[in-house]
């Protein structure tokens, strides 16, 4: 018999956040990342409010860096 209380560790706490955290991006990164091209600006221009914009821009950002799409919440987007 086994204890089932423990769980196998293969990723640090620091790992995990590396690769599903949200992006720390420099201001380098944030004019590449968040660049829009005319096709996605005509899409935004879509879109019915400012929040529905920001999160737009803020997941395509977030996919170009990192290749996922995240789940957030907005108290997480403005820290």
């Known amino acids: 018999?086994?204890?089932s209380g423990k769980r196998l560790t293969i990723l640090t706490v620091k790992e995990i956040q590396a690769l599903y955290g949200?992006?720390?991006f420099?201001?380098?990164?944030q004019a590449t990342y968040f660049a829009l091209d005319p096709l996605?600006?005509?899409?935004?221009?879509?879109?019915?409010n400012i929040t529905t914009?920001?999160?737009f821009i803020l997941q395509l950002g977030y996919f170009k860096a990192k290749k996922q799409f995240f789940i957030?919440?907005?108290?997480?987007l403005i820290n």
């Open 1 to 3: 018999m086994h204890d």
């Open 22 to 24: 949200l992006p720390q």
């Open 26 to 29: 420099t201001d380098e990164e």
């Open 40 to 48: 996605v600006k005509q899409q935004l221009d879509q879109l019915r």
């Open 53 to 55: 914009s920001v999160y």
């Open 72 to 76: 957030s919440h907005r108290e997480t």
